[in-house]
């Protein structure tokens, strides 16, 4: 069954999704949207929104990540292990397995983080903090509860791709087809620098997997802040989720530059606001928040703030191997990214010094 406009109504009124009563009284507005998925997003006064995600390629691929984003949604909302979590992403009503629809609450009238901080022209220090607490909320050990949870023992505890890099680069310089990998081959300091972060990695507590300024939405009221799209949830490092964050504000400064030209240091008009200077701050406040709530020692806070500095790198190069997916030279940003990556990587320590995120 292929969901269209014309028949999404009877099938949420057949399911239960959708109050009859409130479809009667006209309190129903649809819209349609199609990428890698057919999205319907359904709009009410009376009653909150819905959001319908059916797959449209049926691979395995794609069937499982809706599986992941279904499972996350129903653990999260069905254990009481992530009782505050549940707060904090949209409710969730159901998932139908034999036509792969997703069925979740639908926020209305919000814009996500990046949204907001390039209307705004300014980085919230609000929004920081909550977010550090959302993060907080699901990241903790649950090593011995995965023995008794079907739900966690679905995840498959992969290591994020990037982190597999030295792989696509142990094979010949002839067999490489992306520009970024093709210009990291060429410095073997940064292969051992990524190796590296590759072997610092920790499996013990769930995360969401693709944190991103875009998957935060910021509710009407300003205030409330909801995470959303799951489908790339696991069992794996904490930290990742965070170095997310982290890579967010670092990505939008380094591609905010004329990407023309490297030589050049312009901004490109209406980013301005987005400097080291004014980033510093609110990155420092997001940490100290997250490592205060997650009661960190001293030498703990050290010790995960290079791993995240380090982890943020790999999502840097992450971003830049996305944005040059089949181009035959690479964009001047992404050569900037992995200048400043590679920096990082290679003091780590003074990084975190030089940012006052170390004493």
């Known amino acids: 069954m292929r969901l269209t406009k014309k028949n999404i109504a009877h099938y949420l009124l057949d399911k239960g999704f959708l109050e009859p009563t409130s479809f009667m009284s006209g309190d129903y507005m649809l819209t349609q949207t199609q990428s890698r998925n057919s999205i319907f997003k359904v709009q009410q006064q009376q009653d909150k929104g819905l959001f319908v995600k059916q797959l449209i390629t049926q691979d395995a691929t794609n069937s499982y990540l809706m599986q992941k ?21 949209p409710d969730y009503y159901g998932y139908d397995p034999y036509h792969n629809i997703l069925v979740t609450e639908y926020f209305a009238n919000t814009k996500n983080v990046h949204e907001t901080v390039y209307k705004d022209k300014k980085l919230s220090e609000e929004h ?8 907080a909320s699901y990241h903790f050990d649950i090593t011995d ?87 790339i949830a696991d069992l794996g490092d904490p930290l990742w989720d965070v170095a997310g964050i982290f890579q967010s504000y670092f990505s939008a400064w380094v591609l905010s530059f004329n990407n023309q030209n490297i030589q050049q240091h312009q901004q490109m008009q209406g980013s301005e606001f987005l400097t080291i200077e004014a980033i510093i701050p609110v990155v420092k406040l997001l940490w100290k928040t997250y490592a205060s709530t997650q009661k ?3 030498t703990e806070a050290k010790e995960n703030i290079l791993k995240t500095l380090s982890y943020m790198s790999a999502r840097m190069i992450q971003t830049a191997f996305e944005n040059n997916v089949a181009q035959k030279q690479m964009h001047a940003n992404s050569a900037r990214i992995l200048q400043f990556c590679n920096h990082i990587l290679g003091d780590v320590e003074g990084i975190a010094k030089q940012w006052n995120l170390i004493d």
């Open 69 to 89: 984003d279904a499972t996350s949604h129903y653990l999260i909302h069905q254990s009481d292990l992530f009782k505050e979590t549940s707060t904090h992403i």
């Open 128 to 135: 920081a903090v909550k977010m550090a607490h959302i993060l």
């Open 145 to 231: 509860e995965i023995k008794n949870n079907s739900s966690l023992q679905f995840f498959s505890k992969q290591i994020p791709w990037i982190l597999n890099t030295g792989q696509l680069m142990n094979t010949s310089p002839q067999g490489i087809t992306n520009t970024v990998i093709a210009e990291i081959y060429k410095h073997q300091d940064l292969v051992k620098r990524m190796e590296k972060v590759a072997s610092q990695w920790e499996t013990t507590s769930l995360i969401h997997g693709d944190i991103k300024w875009m998957n935060f939405i910021v509710m009407p009221n300003n205030k409330d802040i909801k995470l959303i799209d799951w489908e």
């Open 296 to 298: 960190f020692t001293k």
